[in-house]
């Protein structure tokens, strides 16, 4: 490394710019190295190869490490100059700390790590954008085959992993994005000449916006991967994914199953991507990659901040907030069975999942006795209390440790205790605001309870809930009448109104007709770029060709006078 740009290192000579090397690690009998020559004794560089990048990830420590050498293996695959870099930051500023002060800052590695991802996203974005929609769609068929199969086997990864949600919804919903997404991708056309009109001589050719960098969520990890994945190719953009770090192996594991068998179909390698280290600086850098083109964020607001304030056009997800109004007319039984599907349903890990119940007074008596019969507890205040305790964290932020638990867990937790049959726990609630809790969106089985006088009333304070938080993503009514479904879907600021269905399915279009997605746009009064539930079309760009009309209507108007004087003139012949 140049000795003039940081004169605490000695300039030295060798292999890769370093000097020395030592073969083999007493401790693990792994090989490490090279040696650089600073002081005795002699600091050891070892690498962490990345299996989606094969760059070496360097870590520096006074001591030998167990990490693998194959970047030195396989210069060509490094940049010497970035590795300098770090050596060299590390040694200077990390030789100031009292504790591991020769140890490697993770963040740079998260750094390098996603800028190496970017760059071969970049060019596998080159190739991809050769293939055809048939090619493409061969593609998105094989990766859909190939994850089929481990449905079960990532679910549990992810429920380990995580602590959210359970096995058997995660499995289903695994088998959503891999089926049901891939059943209504399978017709769309995205490559070449989409559409033609002749009456206005205008054609519309797909293009692709390019390499996505897409944020995964810890609630649902896996099946996101796959959804996402799917539709990326199928428009055919690369792909690179940023992990959570409370689910990063389960979407590690996601990410190069389907990596594996879009390269095995034909795709180049890179054009199915995913970061090894979760860190806030690589997903930052990953964003900020000249080769990234769009962001497609999936996570918390804090994430889609960060998307939106990235300077790329982004498409990010606001907070869901549901309520579900049981009107006078619904189906009572029908309309709690739907709402406690849809609650349970991996624990509530579904942002389209209702957050609370909306009845009028008359309906109060009718609807709490079928809440009961079907497994939904209210709580006493006293117990609500201890729960929304739990729920929040003091700064006001949804407590982690209740994301995707049971009903059951829930109450233990808050010290309470509830019938063995309970499925959902439920509060009654007045008002929505930063200090009332139950207004708010809430990742677990539990529900806010408003009583309202009036029909008029119930709509106002629907529109309450949603704007203090969930604007634009779902509302859910029950209801047979027809004009009070008219009237609500034409008041309530939501992307997505539901009729009759579980919020949390239908939302995601497992239940409705909506496109079936697990990214749900939330439109610009939910801070959202877009209201629609994210397909393969929200990720290219409409090349129109269009012929001018100035000169067919010139001729059009030469072509009336000609006719009018070869009329004139067989006129004045007939007189």
């Not at 090989?31 to 962490?48: D, N």
């Not at 030998?64 to 194959?70: I, N, S």
């Not at 029908?334 to 509530?348: E, H, L, Q, Y």
């Not at 809430?442 to 949603?466: G, N, T």
Request: overall charge neutral; proline content about 6%.
């Amino acid at each position: 490394h140049r000795q003039d740009r940081h004169p605490g290192i000695p300039a030295v000579a060798g292999k890769n710019g370093l000097l020395g090397e030592r073969p083999s690690d007493e401790k693990g009998g792994r090989r490490v190295g090279p040696a650089v020559l600073t002081k005795k004794p002699p600091i050891y560089v070892s690498f962490r190869t990345s299996p989606q990048t094969g760059v070496g990830i360097p870590r520096i420590d006074a001591e030998v490490t167990g990490l693998r050498a194959e970047m030195l293996e396989h210069p060509g695959d490094c940049h010497t100059s970035d590795i300098g870099h770090w050596f060299a930051m590390t040694w200077y500023f990390g030789s100031q700390r009292k504790e591991n002060p020769m140890e490697l800052d993770i963040d740079l590695a998260a750094r390098q790590e996603a800028r190496e991802l970017a760059r071969q996203a970049g060019a596998a974005q080159e190739r991809l954008n050769e293939l055809d929609q048939g090619a493409l769609d061969a593609i998105v068929a094989a990766m859909a085959a190939a994850f089929e199969p481990e449905c079960a086997a990532l679910a549990k990864m992810a429920v380990e992993e995580t602590g959210f949600g359970n096995t058997q919804d995660k499995t289903e919903k695994n088998l959503f994005a891999c089926k049901t997404v891939l059943s209504a991708i399978a017709p769309m056309k995205t490559k070449g000449i989409l559409r033609e009109i002749p009456e206005k001589r205008l054609w519309e050719i797909g293009v692709p916006m390019g390499v996505i960098a897409a944020i995964v969520p810890s609630t649902n990890p896996t099946s996101t991967v796959c959804y996402k994945a799917l539709i990326a190719i199928k428009a055919g953009c690369a792909i690179v994914f940023s992990p959570h770090p409370k689910a990063a192996k389960c979407t590690r594991a996601a990410a190069e199953l389907l990596a594996r068998a879009a390269e095995t179909a034909g795709a180049p390698a890179g054009a199915v991507g995913c970061l090894t280290a979760s860190q806030m600086a690589g997903t930052q850098e990953l964003m900020g990659a000249p080769e990234v083109k769009l962001i497609l964020a999936t996570g918390g607001p804090g994430m889609v901040r960060s998307a939106y304030s990235s300077g790329k056009p982004a498409i990010g997800v606001g907070a869901g907030n549901g309520p579900a109004y049981i009107h006078t007319s619904a189906d009572v039984p029908g309309a709690i069975a739907a709402i406690v599907r849809s609650k349970t349903f991996d624990n509530g890990t579904v942002c389209a999942s209702e957050q609370s119940i909306i009845v009028e007074k008359s309906m109060e008596s009718a609807v709490l006795e079928e809440a009961g019969r079907q497994g939904i507890y209210l709580m006493p205040t006293e117990e609500a209390g201890r729960l929304a305790r739990l729920l929040f964290k003091p700064t006001g932020g949804l407590n982690p440790e209740i994301v995707g638990k049971s009903a059951i867990y829930l109450a233990e937790k808050a010290g309470f205790s509830v019938p063995k049959d309970t499925k959902v726990l439920m509060a009654r609630e007045q008002e929505a605001g930063p200090t009332r809790p139950y207004s708010m969106e809430k990742l677990c089985p539990v529900l806010a309870f408003f009583v309202l006088d009036s029909e008029d009333a119930v709509l106002q304070k629907a529109v309450e809930v949603l704007r203090h938080e969930g604007s634009g993503h779902t509302f859910a009514i029950h209801a047979r009448d027809e004009g009070v479904i008219r009237r609500f879907a034409l008041e309530i600021p939501v992307s997505r109104f539901l009729v009759n269905a579980p919020a949390a399915l239908g939302g995601i279009g497992a239940a409705t007709g909506l496109f079936p997605a697990l990214t749900l746009g939330c439109g610009a009064v939910g801070g959202s770029s877009t209201s629609n539930n994210i397909s393969p079309m929200d990720l290219i760009n409409l090349r129109r060709v269009a012929w001018g009309t100035e000169a067919m209507q010139q001729k059009q108007e030469h072509d009336s006078a000609l006719v009018e004087m070869l009329t004139q003139k067989i006129l004045e012949r007939l007189g």
